[in-house]
């Protein structure tokens, strides 16, 4: 069965510091992979998404950035945090298909910064 | 602008009633799906309905979906304490294999 999985689960960073966010899934190959940000109250706004290794998209204009260094591993980074960073980030995988399937979502990493 | 907009924002019912959630988008659709987020956790998938379906069921989750009205309504029947949680709809625009999701709709069933 497929699992993913995501960490920190929780993260307190003061402003101007780095950021990464790792994100795994397991038993599935050549999945999409997304990174959503959800503000208090807010919906989930999507901020990356990958249809493959090396292959990124970025729907926000902003000081995040991800990586996709392997098949199953996605990374959110940021080399200085903004207090508007601030949110619960959800990683979220879907099968390689024409239509979009349904996404399968991690815990998410509740990011506060100072 | 969000593709897909909840309605009502907050719903509030008595354990046993059953809850109506809507959903309107404003451009045309593959699929439409909704999910269930309990407090600070990741969101699960509930149900997907296809553009040229009308209606699914899933256990106690009934989905319908008219794309002449751009809506959808999602019904818990028969809502038990458990099903407290926000829940979300999110479009499929066939858009480069992403999902739209809307604010969501908070969901308090009193037992």
């Known amino acids: 069965s497929q699992t993913i999985h995501q960490w920190p689960a929780t993260l307190v960073q003061p402003v101007g510091s780095p950021l990464s966010l790792e994100c795994t899934v397991e038993?599935?190959?050549?999945?999409?992979l997304y990174w959503y940000r959800q503000a208090a109250g807010r919906g989930l706004q999507l901020l990356f998404y990958?249809?493959?290794?090396?292959?990124i998209s970025s729907e926000v204009p902003q000081n995040l950035s991800a990586s996709r260094p392997q098949d199953r591993q996605f990374i959110l980074s940021s080399k200085k945090l903004l207090l508007s960073d601030s949110g619960f980030y959800l990683c979220?995988?879907?099968?390689?298909?024409?239509?979009?399937?349904?996404?399968?979502f991690g815990e998410g990493s509740r990011l506060t910064v100072l | 602008s969000q593709q897909g907009e909840e309605d009502p924002q907050a719903l509030s019912i008595q354990e046993g009633e059953n809850a109506t959630m809507n959903c309107s988008y404003k451009?045309?659709?593959?699929?439409l799906q909704w999910y269930r987020q309990n407090s600070g956790r990741g969101l699960v998938h509930l149900i997907l309905?296809?553009?040229?379906?009308r209606e699914k069921h899933s256990g106690r989750l009934r989905v319908t979906l008219d794309t002449s009205k751009k809506s959808s309504s999602l019904l818990i029947t028969a809502s038990r304490a458990a099903d407290t949680a926000s829940y979300f709809c999110?479009?499929?625009?066939?858009?480069?294999?992403?999902?739209?999701f809307g604010k969501g709709i908070t969901l308090s069933v009193r037992p």
């Open positions: 038993g599935t190959s050549n999945p999409n």
């Open positions: 990958s249809v493959g290794i090396g292959q």
């Open positions: 979220a995988w879907s099968r390689l298909a024409g239509a979009t399937g349904e996404l399968f």
């Open positions: 999110a479009t499929d625009t066939g858009a480069n294999s992403k999902l739209t």
């Open positions: 309905i296809r553009s040229n379906e």
């Open positions: 451009t045309s659709i593959n699929n």
